[in-house]
């Protein structure tokens, strides 16, 4: 054996030595640590990088650089000490191979300390709604009413101002909005969208909630519907009301979501005698109580939910306009944010479609999406997205055409459960065909089933998607939830084709310490930018902070992986010229 090949085998042997033998104890020990402080739950992680190996492997720890010296010098010495040349050279190459992992490491430990502080700094301010916080408004009294703006399977929304807000004619009666029905295509008809005008007079939407069977005792009805509570302010609920218990679907008390940018904050809820309001003998007449409709099945009281007023929801936004290509991916990026807020918080919406998606307009003009109706959500505070589906009555959700495969092909029997941790980042996926311009594949208009469906079958996307941007739609659909990036990984792809596509060209020559760089870089540049005013305000400001709070360096480094393969499965597709 040549000495050169001895040497390369040595470097081999410690490589794989050190790897098999203290990594990979280490990555268990890592790995249950980060499981101990999900299930703790602490309020804050240390920005210092944690050490990775277990207390037997202090050597090791402590000092690896110390390590590969030793062993180098022992070879060294073993040159005056007798002993083949080959057994010197594997020996010394050994300690080589130990001390070349050692700049590896220690990248890695400066990129996690990075990516901590960063975290801890942007953590520290909390997302503020725009709209101010209401210090009225428990009783429908209090406001002034106005047209119907929406309507669902259970609920109808009504465009609202406090009675103070809206200016009065001179008989005392509000202004009067007027709102244009428009005929779609082939005469469908086209839901009204609210003038600048309806916005200015009536900035709050009220949504009448439908009571059939819940009786009319506010306790009931808070019971029956608690899962539309979650989006909802601290200061929701009147004082008196704050203590209800409220036991949900499946008797235990439903998750509250804090605060985010793309997801719907309800700021009242009460229960109030259901009124006649304009167009509910038309629209809903079997929903009212009898003193209103002789016919009609509901119950006198229902529940009551005051938000902000938006002017589309995103189906009627995309039927209008035609949103840039910039703007598309960006829209996608916040479903997936807003997917990424409610799993961390143990939510699953389960109802994801584009007329539960809300959107206004940022200073840019640029669309800024809501997550809305979370009537059919899993939020139940000891499921954790699991949900036991041991009888075919159990409820998996509403939308049965955007349900991800591993929801709609479960079998019900002993001891199933139902993981629903990636469930809506599939929606996002089948979603984000409308958002591109085409029609949804599991839709009637091209007729794929989420049982049955097979990836190949997926439709091509338009020119006009990015490449990247198609691979992570077509990660989103996979069939396998094992094979699925989360939300969050997802999130992570979009961001860094977004805004570091100078990174990723580099990635094949550059390590993480370059990505650390870039990040210290990114988060100069927010910062620079202002966390408030209107600059701070605008749609891709919130994105990049959002981004930067929830930096994980392995969740970033799988989003890179995946990005990286995919170019160069792409470019290997490409036939040379």
Same mark, same amino acid.
Request: with cysteine.
């Given at each position: 054996?040549?000495?050169?090949?001895?040497?390369?085998?040595?470097?081999?042997?410690?490589?794989?030595?050190?790897?098999?033998?203290?990594?990979?104890?280490?990555?268990?020990?890592?790995?249950?640590?980060?499981?101990?402080?999900?299930?703790?739950?602490?309020?804050?992680?240390?920005?210092?990088?944690?050490?990775?190996?277990?207390?037997?492997?202090?050597?090791?720890?402590?000092?690896?650089?110390?390590?590969?010296?030793?062993?180098?010098?022992?070879?060294?010495?073993?040159?005056?000490?007798?002993?083949?040349?080959?057994?010197?050279?594997?020996?010394?190459?050994?300690?080589?191979?130990?001390?070349?992992?050692?700049?590896?490491?220690? %990248?890695?430990?400066?990129?996690?300390?990075?990516?901590?502080?960063?975290?801890?700094?942007?953590?520290?301010?909390?997302?503020?709604?725009?709209?101010?916080?209401?210090?009225?408004?428990?009783?429908?009294? %209090?406001?002034?009413?106005?047209?119907?703006?929406?309507?669902?399977?259970?609920?109808?929304?009504?465009?609202?101002?406090?009675?103070?807000?809206?200016?009065?004619?001179?008989?005392?009666?509000?202004?009067?909005?007027?709102?244009?029905?428009?005929?779609?295509?082939?005469?469908?008809?086209?839901?009204?969208?609210?003038?600048?005008?309806?916005?200015?007079?009536?900035?709050?939407?009220?949504?009448?909630?439908?009571?059939?069977?819940?009786?009319?005792?506010?306790?009931?009805?808070?019971?029956? /519907?608690?899962?539309?509570?979650?989006?909802?302010?601290?200061?929701?609920?009147?004082?008196?009301?704050?203590?209800?218990?409220?036991?949900?679907?499946?008797?235990?008390?439903?998750?509250?979501?804090?605060?985010? @940018?793309?997801?719907?904050?309800?700021?009242?809820?009460?229960?109030?005698?259901?009124?006649?309001?304009?167009?509910?003998?038309?629209?809903? @007449?079997?929903?009212?109580?009898?003193?209103?409709?002789?016919?009609?099945?509901?119950?006198?009281?229902?529940?009551?939910?005051?938000?902000?007023?938006?002017?589309?929801?995103?189906?009627?936004?995309?039927?209008?306009?035609?949103?840039?290509?910039?703007?598309?991916?960006?829209?996608?990026?916040?479903?997936?944010?807003?997917?990424?807020?409610?799993?961390?918080?143990?939510?699953?919406?389960?109802?994801?479609?584009?007329?539960?998606?809300?959107?206004?307009?940022?200073?840019?003009?640029?669309?800024?999406?809501?997550?809305?109706?979370?009537?059919?959500?899993?939020?139940?505070?000891?499921?954790?997205?699991?949900?036991?589906?041991?009888?075919?009555?159990? %409820?998996?959700?509403?939308?049965?055409?955007?349900?991800?495969?591993?929801?709609?092909?479960?079998?019900?029997?002993?001891?199933?459960?139902?993981?629903?941790?990636?469930?809506?980042?599939?929606?996002?996926?089948?979603?984000?065909?409308?958002?591109?311009?085409?029609?949804?594949?599991?839709?009637?208009?091209?007729?794929?089933?989420?049982?049955?469906?097979?990836?190949?079958?997926?439709?091509?996307?338009?020119?006009?998607?990015?490449?990247?941007?198609?691979?992570?739609?077509?990660?989103?659909?996979?069939?396998?939830?094992?094979?699925?990036?989360?939300?969050?990984?997802?999130?992570?792809?979009?961001?860094?084709?977004?805004?570091?596509?100078?990174?990723? %060209?580099?990635?094949?020559?550059?390590? /993480?310490?370059?990505?650390?760089?870039?990040?210290?870089?990114?988060?100069?540049?927010?910062?620079?930018?202002?966390?408030?005013?209107?600059?701070?305000?605008?749609?891709?400001?919130?994105?990049?902070?959002?981004?930067?709070?929830?930096?994980?360096?392995?969740?970033?480094?799988?989003? /890179?992986?995946?990005?990286?393969?995919?170019?160069?499965?792409?470019?290997?597709?490409?036939?040379?010229?």
């Amino acid at each position: 054996m040549s000495v050169k090949h001895a040497i390369s085998r040595g470097l081999e042997l410690g490589r794989s030595i050190f790897q098999l033998g203290v990594l990979k104890a280490g990555s268990r020990v890592a790995a249950k640590l980060r499981a101990d402080r999900v299930r703790a739950g602490p309020a804050f992680r240390t920005a210092q990088p944690q050490a990775f190996l277990p207390l037997r492997y202090r050597y090791y720890r402590t000092s690896l650089r110390g390590l590969a010296a030793q062993l180098q010098w022992a070879g060294f010495v073993r040159r005056f000490a007798g002993g083949s040349p080959r057994n010197r050279a594997v020996f010394l190459a050994f300690g080589l191979g130990v001390g070349l992992i050692e700049k590896q490491i220690e %990248d890695d430990r400066l990129s996690l300390a990075t990516c901590n502080e960063i975290k801890a700094v942007f953590r520290k301010k909390k997302f503020q709604s725009p709209l101010k916080p209401l210090a009225y408004g428990y009783k429908l009294e %209090d406001y002034i009413v106005g047209n119907q703006i929406g309507k669902g399977s259970n609920a109808a929304v009504y465009e609202a101002a406090p009675q103070f807000f809206c200016s009065k004619k001179s008989d005392g009666e509000p202004a009067a909005v007027q709102i244009r029905d428009s005929e779609g295509e082939e005469g469908n008809r086209v839901m009204p969208s609210l003038s600048c005008c309806s916005l200015r007079n009536f900035p709050l939407a009220i949504k009448m909630l439908w009571n059939f069977g819940a009786g009319s005792s506010n306790e009931a009805i808070f019971r029956s /519907m608690s899962h539309e509570l979650v989006p909802t302010d601290p200061l929701a609920l009147a004082p008196a009301k704050q203590q209800l218990t409220l036991d949900g679907n499946f008797g235990v008390v439903p998750r509250r979501v804090s605060a985010h @940018p793309n997801v719907i904050r309800v700021y009242r809820a009460f229960t109030a005698d259901v009124p006649l309001l304009p167009g509910a003998q038309d629209e809903y @007449p079997d929903v009212l109580p009898a003193r209103l409709n002789p016919s009609g099945l509901g119950n006198n009281r229902t529940l009551f939910l005051v938000m902000k007023n938006y002017p589309f929801s995103l189906r009627q936004y995309l039927q209008v306009c035609t949103p840039s290509r910039k703007q598309r991916s960006v829209m996608v990026l916040q479903l997936l944010e807003g997917v990424d807020h409610l799993c961390k918080q143990g939510v699953a919406h389960r109802d994801l479609k584009s007329d539960n998606v809300l959107l206004e307009f940022d200073s840019d003009g640029c669309p800024r999406l809501v997550i809305t109706d979370f009537g059919c959500c899993l939020a139940e505070s000891e499921q954790s997205l699991q949900l036991p589906f041991n009888s075919q009555w159990v %409820d998996r959700g509403g939308n049965a055409s955007l349900m991800a495969p591993e929801v709609a092909s479960a079998v019900p029997g002993r001891r199933v459960v139902i993981d629903y941790s990636k469930a809506d980042a599939w929606a996002v996926g089948a979603i984000s065909y409308e958002i591109f311009g085409e029609p949804n594949p599991f839709y009637h208009a091209v007729g794929l089933h989420s049982i049955s469906y097979q990836e190949k079958q997926l439709p091509i996307l338009h020119s006009s998607a990015p490449a990247d941007v198609q691979l992570v739609i077509r990660l989103l659909l996979r069939r396998s939830p094992t094979k699925r990036p989360s939300a969050r990984v997802a999130a992570n792809m979009l961001h860094l084709t977004l805004w570091g596509q100078r990174i990723l %060209d580099k990635q094949g020559n550059a390590g /993480m310490r370059k990505l650390a760089e870039w990040l210290l870089c990114q988060s100069a540049v927010v910062l620079l930018k202002g966390c408030s005013g209107p600059a701070g305000n605008r749609v891709e400001a919130e994105l990049q902070r959002n981004f930067l709070r929830n930096l994980e360096l392995e969740e970033l480094r799988t989003a /890179m992986g995946f990005l990286i393969y995919g170019r160069n499965q792409h470019t290997a597709r490409i036939p040379s010229a």
